[in-house]
């Protein structure tokens, strides 16, 4: 089965500075990368997702990169903000395969100190 | 509309004793997915439904879980004869497709 594996596991950067988390995973078949968000206490919240047809995706601050050959993707956080600070997780799947199961990280831990 | 509702928020059972967590879906999502999360960890697949059709349970860790969603909306996840290592944090998500899911803020279990 699939296996992703995330690092790092904690990141602590200023308010403002960049933010960049990277997972890798193993099933060439993946084809759908979501990130998730998680505060304490609450609902992962997806934050930005890419499909393997697609080599960058941006939104605002956030940006997702995949490169399929070397089997990894990256999440990039500009302009950190004390806001930022949770648990950030990515995750693979074989979308459309009839299997929609999430294969995730294990999470980063994300400290953005003002 | 509203998001993904689970019930009860927090769960506690003494070992051996039987439990149910509900799960209401974002109405009109065909998809339903159970997650299991340890804590420190992420989430871990347990199972799949699409309208009542459980298509995938590879991940129900052992028979004692069980999973249904009768009329296609809201799912129950049992858990019968809990032990100590059944603790974790089970979450739900919904889907309009399958692929895109939202999650539920779980239902954080203690089993004593």
């Known amino acids: 089965g699939e296996n992703v594996e995330q690092h790092p596991s904690t990141l602590s950067v200023q308010e403002g500075d960049s933010a960049v988390i990277k997972c890798t995973y193993s099933?060439?078949?993946?084809?759908?990368f979501p990130w998730y968000k998680q505060e304490l206490g609450k609902r992962p919240q997806l934050i930005i997702d890419?499909?393997?047809?697609?080599g960058e995706k941006k939104d605002q601050r956030i940006a997702v990169t995949l490169n399929k050959t070397a089997k990894h993707f990256s999440l990039h956080i500009t302009e950190t903000q004390p806001e930022d600070s949770a648990v950030y997780f990515c995750a693979a799947s074989r979308s459309g395969a009839g299997s929609y199961q999430l294969t995730f990280g294990k999470g980063t831990k994300l400290s953005v100190i003002p | 509309g509203a998001g993904v509702s689970q019930s009860p928020r927090y769960k506690v059972a003494k070992r051996g004793q039987d439990v149910a967590l509900r799960c209401d879906p974002i109405?009109?999502?065909?998809?339903l997915f159970w997650y299991q999360q340890a804590l420190g960890q992420g989430p871990e697949f347990l199972t799949y439904f699409q309208n009542e059709a459980q298509l995938d349970k590879s991940g129900l860790p052992s028979d004692r879980f069980f999973a249904e969603r009768p009329e296609g909306s809201v799912s129950t996840l049992k858990i019968q004869r809990t032990q100590q290592e059944d603790s974790a944090v089970y979450l739900c998500?919904?889907?309009?497709?399958?692929?895109?899911?939202?999650f539920g803020a779980g239902t954080r279990l203690s089993v004593l």
């Open positions: 109405s009109g999502h065909v998809s």
């Open positions: 890419i499909r393997s047809n697609v």
């Open positions: 099933d060439s078949a993946s084809n759908y």
């Open positions: 998500a919904s889907s309009p497709s399958g692929s895109i899911q939202y």
